[in-house]
T-cell receptor
Framework: EAQVTQNPRYLITVTGKKLTVTCSQN?????MSWYRQDPGLGLRQIYYSMNVEVTDKGDVPEGYKVSRKEKRNFPLILESPSPNQTSLYFCASSTGTGWLYGYTFGSGTRLTVV | EDQVTQSPEALRLQEGESSSLNCSYTVSGLRGLFWYRQDPGKGPEFLFT???AGEEKEKERLKATLTKKESFLHITAPKPEDSATYLCAVHGSMNRDDKIIFGKGTRLHILP
């Protein structure tokens, strides 16, 4: 089944403790992206990657890092999480130019930072 | 600045009661308008892309239409399983190729 897999689904952590949210897709998609979704603010892009070793900032990149060493994987790293990073996170992927064909989203990771 | 505004924020309908969701947009050079469905606890699921005014697309009980300023998602004789949040998004010619701007969504609840 074609899908984007995120792990973990739920995570509670403490301020300052480094964490990684993994994202993997099995569709051989070039493009991958991370979004966060907050009530009243909608979906906002954090980082994106056009292909292996090519990453760039989205609209809200502060406090996050990413890497794209393999085509299928695009982990999101929070090196020193803070409570304002409590949110619902989605990884998305698409073939080529994503806007044309629509994105495939993962099921989300609900992160709570206390 | 590109903007997407969806209305209403929430809508409750009886099963079988048809209605429409609105997506108003401001974008420089619309290249595509998208509708996604999002179920609670899940990621958005792609429904449609509309490219130009006058275009229409259908999928089961859903029909999306597009004008130069807004898009409508018409729901005909909805069923409880159509309950979800519906997201609208746009891509403009002034944006990078991958970037789309999402609206905040309309929460639709269909009562049996």
């Amino acid at each position: 089944e074609a899908q984007v897999t995120q792990n973990p689904r739920y995570l509670i952590t403490v301020t300052g403790k480094k964490l990684t949210v993994t994202c993997s897709q099995n569709m051989n998609h070039e493009y991958m992206s991370w979004y966060r979704q907050d009530p009243g603010l909608g979906l906002r892009q954090i980082y994106y990657s056009m292909n292996v070793e090519v990453t760039d900032k989205g609209d809200v990149p502060e406090g996050y890092k990413v890497s794209r060493k393999e085509k299928r994987n695009f982990p999101l790293i929070l090196e020193s999480p803070s409570p304002n990073q409590t949110s619902l996170y989605f990884c998305a992927s698409s073939t080529g130019t994503g806007w044309l064909y629509g994105y495939t989203f993962g099921s989300g990771t609900r992160l709570t930072v206390v | 600045e590109d903007q997407v505004t969806q209305s209403p924020e929430a809508l409750r309908l009886q099963e079988g009661e048809s209605s429409s969701l609105n997506c108003s947009y401001t974008v420089s050079g619309l290249r595509g308008l998208f509708w996604y469905r999002q179920d609670p606890g899940k990621g958005p699921e792609f429904l449609f892309t509309l490219y130009s005014a006058g275009e229409e697309k259908e999928k089961e009980r859903l029909k999306a239409t597009l004008t130069k300023k807004e898009s409508f998602l018409h729901i005909t004789a909805p069923k409880p399983e159509d309950s979800a949040t519906y997201l609208c998004a746009v891509h403009g010619s002034m944006n990078r190729d991958d970037k789309i701007i999402f609206g905040k969504g309309t929460r639709l609840h269909i009562l049996p």
